[in-house]
């Protein structure tokens, strides 16, 4: 089995900044690659960044470019996410991804997901 936790939403005015944390934890001790996505009320889960399994590759979506930056502990499969400037439109669940090597947008590729943290961004 292999346990995947999120941590560091909350509630933040726009602007501000917010750092999330993950780890999968479990049977698979190799690193693999890791990746967020959000999904906000009534809509569909969406991509927001991934790292491959050495931190080598980063993928991010147009929207977040510029303002987060996933990084990752190459010792243990954890990831982080900071999230800079904070808009009211990024307010959503987000949720830790693990699996597979390479940093990707197909949620397909991540095998292992955490059961989400609320991230609340007023205007």
């Known amino acids: 089995q292999v346990q995947v936790a999120e941590s560091g939403g909350g509630l933040v005015q726009a602007g501000g900044s917010l750092r999330l944390s993950c780890e999968a934890t479990g049977r698979t001790s190799a690193p693999v690659a890791m990746a967020w996505f959000r999904q906000a009320p009534g809509k569909e889960r969406d991509f927001v960044a991934a790292?491959?399994?050495?931190?080598?590759?980063?993928y991010y979506t147009d929207s977040v470019k510029d303002r987060f930056t996933i990084s990752r502990v190459n010792t243990r499969n954890a990831a982080y996410l900071q999230m800079n400037s904070l808009k009211p439109e990024d307010t959503a669940t987000y949720y830790c991804?693990?699996?597979?090597?390479?940093?990707?947008?197909?949620?397909?590729?991540?095998?292992?997901w955490g059961q989400g943290t609320q991230v609340t961004v007023s205007s």
């Open positions: 790292i491959s399994w050495r931190g080598g590759s980063k």
């Open positions: 991804a693990a699996g597979g090597r390479i940093a990707t947008a197909n949620n397909e590729r991540y095998a292992y």
